[in-house]
Every structure is written in structure tokens, then in C-alpha cells.
């Protein structure tokens, strides 16, 4: 039997059917119809010889034994936000399902092959991405942080993974599942307009964008909104308002994909008749490479103290959370360029706004390659996220090339 991706849309229509209903894919971890998606992904692997173990922070792998002890890992998530896409997550895992199919069918392969389904890659339910690669790749370090956290309904997070067989004190024993791993693997929805506006099937990914997260605080004079003459007000949202239009500018020259948000404004004390005291702005930026984005943090720093010196009002900035750029391997980064050229004609290299599974498995030192497919409209996190039926055939074979690529390289490379 050989590899049939028609067979990967078909069975990612039946997942669909089972776990999502009129709003979406609902399949939110820590949840019901997330075990219920497990175990028909369970299901799926039965009879091809792969062992099935679920490690220390809940992610499930599926493996098959090699000639080497040596892995190459294939990985993606089945969990999906509240209202999610089909396919967010699950393509990778589904089609992971397929080449382990083939590679079983052909025999012992020179290296062990595992198939990962990452335990909450979202965040949906407790606020924090990542909980299962991040484990696995030791760079977890928020544990006190994730046990006072709750859910909407008031659900300790701890408790919510102890009913899921997980210890959040051993969470990082799943450290030991990438000792083997010679290489990792994704393929993912791109999840942006990109490939779709380019008019190309698939992608290949250079990395992850690093990503700087800030408060930034300008703090005026609250005054009545009748009696303060114009140029005599201390108004926060001015200088605010300054800096949201400056960002734009800021990206637009640091250029390479920069990008800019200021996500929220908050004002107080927000009442029609008085000028704005206080104005909280989140901000996010984000780039791929590390020196344009610490540049263009100053460049934003100084705009801000500029704007606030020209509306008489104090600005203060507080880090919320920032990580670092990652870079996928150099080599692997080729060979998934070449598979997309076997399949698809033309590839095309970008780099990926949202964090990964991949980013994870790479930080703790895997060479790791990441694949994009073209998702229509750009749409994702929403019940609207789709992508052409033949595009998902398209990834699904040159996610089998480069596995294939990539177990005779590293094959190759092992001690004979
Ligand atoms: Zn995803």
C-alpha cells in the first residue's frame, strides 16, 4: 500500500465529524472530546506495529522501532482552541499518521520513527501555549506559575491534568522522550494570507518570529472635559494615540515580516466628561530576526518618551513576556525546499508569526524542519479555516518526501 493522501483529508473530514459541531472544532485539551480525539488518533495507528505511550506531561507518542535506536520525530497537536479550525494542529498529526503507515508497510526503517500529538499546544483552556513541547523540551519553567492557575469556571490547572494522568511536579521527566531524537519534523496550516497571495500550495518555515510583549503606561491629568482649554491638557490617550500610528511606521521600516500590534488601550478614568489620565497600551512586536527586533523596541521606547514629553504626560514600560527568534536547521530547511520542488514545482521560504510546537523541539538543540500549507484567506482559529482539499494532498506528500530525505540522511550519518 502506498501512501494515500486522499485517505489523510478523508480521516481529517471524520475527526472533524467527531469533534467539532456548529461552531467548530472543540477539541480544547484537558477535556472529553480532546480524549476523544486521542483515542481515535489511538485507533487509527492499530495494527502497524507502533507502540503507543502517553510520557510524563501527557503527550502522546507512537512508535516504531528502527534498525536505530535513533528518531526522527514527526509532531502536531490535536488540541484546538474553543470555535477552532479543523485543521489547526491536526493535519500535522493526521498526516504523521499516513507516512507511518508507508514506512511501516516498507519494512524495519534504518531509524526509529515516532508520531507525537503535543498535549495543549494552545492555551485554550488555562492562558499558556506549549504546556506539552515545552515540557519535553525542558525549557518549562513557569511550574508555580501553572499551579495557581484556573479556568473560567475556577478549575485548578493542576487538577485538571491530575484527571488527565499527568503529575505537573514530573511534567519535565517527559524530558527523556527527546534523548533519541536525531530529527523533528511539522507540518502545519500557514494560518496567514501569504502562500495564498503568492498563489503557492506549500512553504517551507525559516523559523519563528521573536516575539516582544511590553505595557506601555502614559500617565496625563485627568481635568474637565468643559472648562480645560486645549492647550493646556495633560492627555495620555494623545501621546497613546501617537504611538499606535508610529508603530506602523516603525515595522514598515525594519521591513522582513516586522510586525506591530498594540492590541488594547485602556483608558481611565474612560467617562465622556474628562481627559484621559491614564492610558495602558499592550503592545506586541514581533520579527524574525533578533537585532531588527531589539532595534526596533528602542526605536518604539524613544518614540514613546518623544510623544510624551510633546503631551506633557509620563510614559513607564513594563515587559509582559518576550522570546527569542528560532531559527530552524539550515540543512533540513534545504531538503524541505527540494521535497516541496518534487511535488509542488515552486517553494517558497517564510517565516511563521505564530509560536510552534517546532520552536520548542528546536530550542532544546533538535534539528527540526517546519512545512506550511496554504490556508484560504488567511483565516485560522475560527470554524471558517480551510484549505483546498488538493493542497492537503500536496502537504501530506511532501511531508512524506522530506521524511523520507530525512531518515537517509541521518541514516547515513550514523556509526556503521
Ligand atoms: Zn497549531
Known amino acids: 500500500m502506498a501512501l494515500d493522501p486522499a485517505r489523510t483529508v478523508a480521516e481529517l473530514r471524520e475527526l472533524r465529524k467527531l469533534t467539532c459541531d456548529e461552531n467548530g472544532a472543540q477539541r480544547v485539551a484537558w477535556t472529553e472530546t480532546w480524549e476523544q480525539a486521542r483515542e481515535w488518533l489511538r485507533g487509527k495507528l492499530e495494527g502497524i506495529g507502533a507502540d503507543e505511550r502517553i510520557d510524563a506531561a501527557g503527550n502522546q507518542w507512537f512508535t516504531l522501532r528502527g534498525d536505530s535506536e535513533r528518531a526522527l520525530l514527526i509532531g502536531g497537536h490535536l488540541d484546538s482552541v474553543p470555535n477552532?479550525?479543523?485543521?489547526?494542529?491536526?493535519?500535522?498529526?493526521?498526516?504523521g499518521v499516513e507516512v507511518l503507515r508507508r514506512i511501516a508497510e516498507e519494512g524495519s526503517p534504518p531509524l526509529t520513527v515516532r508520531l507525537v500529538n503535543w498535549a495543549d499546544e494552545e492555551g485554550a483552556r488555562f492562558g499558556r501555549s506549549l504546556f506539552?513541547?515545552?515540557?519535553?523540551?525542558?525549557?518549562?519553567?513557569?511550574?508555580?506559575?501553572?499551579?495557581?492557575?484556573?479556568?473560567?469556571?475556577?478549575?485548578?490547572?493542576?487538577?485538571?491534568?491530575?484527571?488527565?494522568?499527568?503529575?505537573?511536579?514530573?511534567?519535565?521527566?517527559?524530558?527523556?522522550e527527546l534523548e533519541t531524537a536525531a530529527a523533528y519534523l511539522e507540518l502545519h496550516i500557514e494560518q496567514g494570507p501569504v502562500l495564498e497571495a503568492t498563489g503557492l500550495p506549500l512553504g517551507v518555515v525559516l523559523g519563528t518570529f521573536g516575539v516582544e510583549r511590553h505595557q506601555v503606561t502614559f500617565r496625563g491629568q485627568a481635568a474637565h472635559a468643559g472648562s480645560t482649554p486645549m492647550d493646556q491638557r495633560r492627555d495620555a490617550l494623545a501621546a497613546a494615540a501617537k504611538l499606535e500610528l508610529e508603530i506602523r511606521e516603525i515595522a514598515k521600516r525594519a521591513g522582513g515580516g516586522a510586525v506591530c500590534t498594540m492590541g488594547a488601550v485602556v483608558t481611565k478614568p474612560g467617562i465622556v466628561t474628562s481627559v484621559v489620565e491614564t492610558a495602558e497600551c499592550l503592545l506586541d512586536q514581533r520579527h524574525l530576526d533578533a537585532g531588527t527586533l531589539a532595534s526596533m523596541l528602542t526605536e518604539t521606547k524613544e518614540a514613546s518618551e518623544r510623544f510624551a514629553g510633546e503631551e506633557s504626560v509620563e510614559v513607564g514600560w513594563t515587559r509582559i513576556w518576550s522570546i527569542a527568534p528560532i531559527l530552524f536547521d539550515p540543512e533540513l530547511i534545504e531538503l524541505a525546499d527540494e521535497s516541496i520542488r518534487e511535488v509542488a514545482g515552486t517553494s517558497h521560504r517564510l517565516p511563521s508569526g505564530p509560536l510552534h510546537d517546532a520552536a520548542e523541539v528546536s530550542r532544546a538543540g533538535v534539528p527540526t524542519a517546519m512545512l506550511f500549507v496554504q490556508s484560504l484567506r488567511g483565516l485560522s482559529h475560527t470554524k471558517l479555516e480551510d484549505t483546498k482539499p488538493e493542497h492537503l494532498e500536496l502537504s501530506v506528500q511532501a511531508l512524506d518526501r522530506l521524511a523520507s530525505k530525512m531518515l537517509a540522511r541521518v541514516a547515513a550519518s550514523l556509526p556503521a
Open 84 to 95: 477552532g479550525g479543523w485543521l489547526d494542529g491536526a493535519l500535522n498529526v493526521v498526516a
Open 132 to 176: 506539552g513541547s515545552s515540557a519535553a523540551a525542558g525549557s518549562m519553567a513557569d511550574q508555580d506559575e501553572i499551579r495557581g492557575r484556573t479556568d473560567a469556571a475556577g478549575t485548578l490547572w493542576v487538577d485538571a491534568l491530575a484527571e488527565h494522568g499527568v503529575d505537573l511536579d514530573r511534567a519535565l521527566d517527559a524530558r527523556s
